[in-house]
């Protein structure tokens, strides 16, 4: 049996203004926001194409979360988002508050990529496939 990804799920201590950033930056939809019975504000997003869920939560209650951490480390490390024009999406990304971390980057025949740093210090990578003769990507 194949498996699909269901989530990835985000903790936030405000996890409505980094669902509204995530609108803002990737076209995501909000689902729903609601508070769960674990006492945590609960945010559902899709991706704007439909094909990833993502959950966005605050602590539950009396639970103590630890710092996030945009540098490269082990475990769930980034997640990615295709680009068509890396530049123009650095510029509207910082503008929207994250930070660049690395990048543009030229991978030796692949992509272009990038990575920022976004709310609650997640690690977020810009992806632009590789432009052949006559502009097609592969």
């Given at each position: 049996?194949?498996?699909?990804?269901?989530?990835?799920?985000?903790?936030s201590?405000?996890?409505r203004?980094?669902?509204?950033w995530?609108?803002n930056a990737?076209?995501?939809?909000?689902?729903?926001?609601?508070?769960?019975?674990?006492?945590?504000?609960f945010?559902r997003?899709?991706?704007a194409?439909?094909?990833i869920?993502?959950?966005i939560s605050?602590?539950r209650t009396?639970?103590k979360?630890?710092?996030?951490?945009?540098?490269?480390?082990?475990?769930?490390e980034?997640?990615?988002?295709?680009?068509?024009d890396?530049?123009?999406?650095i510029?509207r990304?910082?503008?929207?508050?994250?930070?660049?971390?690395?990048?543009?980057t030229?991978?030796?025949?692949g992509?272009?990529?990038?990575f920022?740093?976004g709310?609650d210090?997640?690690r977020?990578?810009?992806?632009?496939?590789?432009k052949i003769?006559?502009?097609?990507?592969c």
């Amino acid at each position: 049996m194949g498996y699909r990804i269901n989530h990835i799920h985000l903790k936030s201590q405000d996890p409505r203004k980094t669902a509204e950033w995530y609108v803002n930056a990737f076209d995501f939809q909000i689902a729903s926001d609601e508070t769960r019975v674990f006492g945590d504000r609960f945010v559902r997003c899709r991706s704007a194409d439909g094909g990833i869920n993502v959950n966005i939560s605050g602590a539950r209650t009396n639970e103590k979360l630890g710092s996030g951490n945009a540098l490269p480390h082990h475990g769930l490390e980034h997640f990615g988002f295709d680009s068509t024009d890396i530049e123009a999406d650095i510029a509207r990304l910082t503008g929207l508050g994250a930070r660049l971390l690395e990048g543009p980057t030229q991978v030796p025949n692949g992509p272009r990529i990038a990575f920022l740093q976004g709310p609650d210090d997640t690690r977020l990578e810009l992806v632009e496939a590789r432009k052949i003769a006559g502009g097609a990507c592969c």
